[in-house]
């Protein structure tokens, strides 16, 4: 049955892997039994989904080393308590203290970045991570030329009074570019991004998007060139990142969805 790899005695023939999998690439042999389709191999994108939900692990995928899966715990009610005001609270952090973020931490939040859906399990979010914060500061300068050209005289007048307004004194900037030529190259690297914000205040970070490097890693050479961004790449979004000096007491009102139930 090719790439996947079937424990007879544990399967329970139950369809589950035929009915998760997003490319409908496994069927039932004369048996019930899960095989690949004829012909249907190149349709897999790997998204593991057959292995992950197979209650039993009767299952296993060649190009999928089941040592690289994880265990994945039930939610629990504590798991809403926690998890949605961490999402509530998490702020655009625009004060950060004068302390780097340490390199482990750093790849813990990237680590869980990384498993963002992408479209079609294509994982092509590239990432950059500017670690010395000498580099972030100089990436700062870089930008302002740009919006001094662009013309923006209100970033301009307080940058030159002294305020780091374009990444806000943040130790760190993590930037996300995919293939210029993948169209789900900015929806996949905002949720990536996303996922980075998140784990980040998960362990009491702040963060804030980077937009104005993000339109400056666009358009900016002198910019491109500092991130050392790969040929063929363009940057989607950008996180600020460091240890923030305040802590927010109170969530901030915003709008009431705007939605139509049908
Ligand atoms: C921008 C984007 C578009 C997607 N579109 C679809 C879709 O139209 N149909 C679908 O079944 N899955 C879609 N997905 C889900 C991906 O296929 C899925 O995230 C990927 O296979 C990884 O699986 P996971 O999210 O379980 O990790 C989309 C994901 C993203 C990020
Ligand atoms: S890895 Fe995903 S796409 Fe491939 S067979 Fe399993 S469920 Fe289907």
Not at 105 to 118: C, G, K, M, N, S
Not at 127 to 154: N, S
Not at 228 to 235: I, K
Not at 236 to 245: I, N, S, T
């Amino acid at each position: 049955m090719s790439f996947l790899c079937l424990d007879k005695v544990n399967c329970r023939r139950d369809g589950i892997c035929m009915e998760v999998c997003p490319a409908g690439v496994i069927t039932a042999d004369a048996e019930g039994y899960p095989v690949v389709k004829d012909g249907a191999e190149a349709f897999c994108n790997k998204c593991g989904h057959c292995v992950a939900a197979c209650a039993t692990g009767a299952l296993s995928h060649e190009r999928l080393p089941m040592i690289d899966f994880l265990p994945n715990r039930k939610p629990r009610p504590e798991t809403v308590a926690e998890v949605e005001p961490l999402m509530l609270g998490r702020r655009s952090v625009r004060a950060y203290k004068d302390k780097p973020v340490e390199h482990a931490l750093l790849e813990r939040i990237l680590d869980v970045a990384r498993r963002a859906p992408t479209a079609v399990n294509s994982q092509q979010v590239g990432w950059i991570v500017v670690e010395d914060p000498a580099k972030t500061r100089r990436l700062a300068e870089l930008g302002m030329e740009w919006l001094r050209a662009a013309g923006h005289p209100r970033y301009v007048e307080l940058w030159d009074k002294g305020r780091e307004v374009f990444l806000r004194g943040a130790p760190h900037v993590a930037v996300a570019h995919a293939p210029a030529d993948y169209t789900w190259g900015a929806a996949d690297c905002a949720i990536a991004l996303t996922y980075m914000e998140l784990a980040a205040a998960a362990h009491g970070l702040g963060a804030c998007w980077a937009g104005l490097l993000t339109r400056a890693a666009m358009a900016h050479a002198g910019v491109i060139e500092a991130l050392e961004l790969p040929q063929g790449r363009t940057v989607h979004g950008a996180l600020m990142l460091g240890w923030p000096k305040y802590r927010y007491s109170l969530v901030p009102p915003r709008n009431a969805a705007n939605v139509a139930w049908l």
